[in-house]
């Protein structure tokens, strides 16, 4: 699979053309654009074309086929289940911050 650098606020990521979004997952392209159209998937890019995947879309891609597939959610059902994951990895990351932040204040006390 071809990568594609981008620098998007500074930083050099690695993206993926529709194409080889569908060949890397196993899907249609027309199951992805329906994805783009509800939202689940924010390609860079103007048209289908032209759009840019990130691994993020990757991941997200290969989830959502799994809810459809396996479970038989629809694509509304496949968004919030996304946002929900999503909300949840960023309780994740705010709680390891505060573990560490206590940790540091404990560590401090102690001395």
């Given at each position: 699979m071809a990568r594609h650098p981008v620098t998007v606020a500074g930083e050099v990521i690695e993206v993926v053309t529709l194409a080889e979004l569908c060949?890397?997952?196993?899907?249609r392209s027309e199951w992805v654009v329906e994805l783009v159209e509800e939202g689940i998937?924010?390609?860079?890019?103007?048209d289908p074309s032209a759009w840019?995947?990130?691994a993020v879309s990757i991941t997200r891609t290969r989830i959502a086929?799994?809810?459809?597939?396996?479970l038989g959610v629809n694509?509304?059902?496949?968004?919030v289940a996304l946002n929900l994951l999503d909300e949840r990895q960023t309780?994740?990351?705010?709680?390891q911050r505060l573990e560490r932040s206590l940790?540091?204040?404990s560590s401090v006390m102690k001395r």
């Open positions: 060949q890397s997952c196993g899907v998937l924010e390609p860079q890019g103007s840019r995947f990130s086929w799994r809810l459809q597939n396996d694509q509304a059902g496949i968004a309780l994740r990351v705010h709680l940790d540091d204040i």
